[in-house]
């Protein structure tokens, strides 16, 4: 059973930030929350990491509320390549994957 | 980065015959490879993890003898579907864990056809 909740579907205007939310009440203590968006016919592309503090790295930044029950990834001036599933996933060991969210941003 | 490679990228197949898929790690080594089934518009189906050296696990409902997987080193792990059918057509991806960065890396998926 996936371990995530996150909103089927989102929009953004190119150029501002997308925030994309992700509830993870369940998440145990040595599990990370990991970030990937997947384009269409292709194999998931890593975003981001982080197991507790705040992440930024040059894709996005991963804000993870501090009883780590939810996150939210930024990108913070989305494109038109942007437009993809995003899914957020928390493991340990492995890696089981949600519905995710389809982000579509809007020239 | 870490890198996954992934062979074939498309495949058609004929009823009854094996198709074989190979998920390599190029530049790092990986104890653990995972593979993954997807239908169109659908998220990613974990089907089993394989680990080098020993057997696969699969997940409830994946037919281990249907689904073939062999972890020989710790860079190549191959999916072997045997005796296909037209629904096991599907995108089939497969995923090394890179312990030392703490990530997972994907390859870039099969397209396997089965006429």
């Known amino acids: 059973d996936a371990k995530t909740t996150q909103p089927p579907s989102m929009d953004c205007a190119e150029g501002r930030a997308a925030n994309l939310p992700c509830n993870h009440s369940?998440?145990?203590?040595?599990?990370?929350v990991y970030w990937y968006r997947q384009i269409h016919s292709q194999g998931p592309q890593y975003i981001i990491h982080?197991?507790?503090n705040n992440e930024t790295n040059e894709m996005a930044s991963l804000i993870i509320t501090e009883d780590r029950k939810s996150s939210t990834l930024i990108l913070p001036h989305a494109t038109l390549r942007d437009t993809a599933v995003y899914y957020c996933?928390?493991?340990?060991?492995?890696?089981?994957f949600g519905t995710g969210t389809k982000l579509q941003v809007i020239p | 980065g870490a890198v996954v490679s992934q062979h074939p990228s498309r495949v058609i197949c004929k009823s009854g015959t094996s198709v074989k898929i190979e998920c390599r790690s190029l530049?790092?080594?990986?104890?653990?490879m995972f593979w993954y089934r997807q239908f169109p518009k659908k998220s990613l189906m974990l089907m089993a993890t394989?680990?080098?050296?020993?057997?696969?696990?699969?997940e409830q409902g994946v037919e281990k003898d249907k689904f073939l997987i062999n972890h020989a080193s710790l860079t190549l792990s191959t999916l072997t579907v045997t005796s296909a059918h037209p629904e096991d057509s599907s995108f089939y991806i497969c995923?090394?864990?890179?312990?030392?960065?703490?990530?997972?890396?994907f390859g870039s998926g099969t397209r396997l056809t089965v006429v």
């Open positions: 995923s090394a864990r890179d312990q030392a960065a703490y990530g997972y890396t």
């Open positions: 369940t998440i145990s203590g040595n599990e990370y």
């Open positions: 982080g197991l507790k």
């Open positions: 996933i928390v493991a340990y060991q492995k890696v089981t």
């Open positions: 530049d790092f080594q990986a104890t653990t």
């Open positions: 394989s680990n080098e050296g020993s057997k696969a696990t699969y």
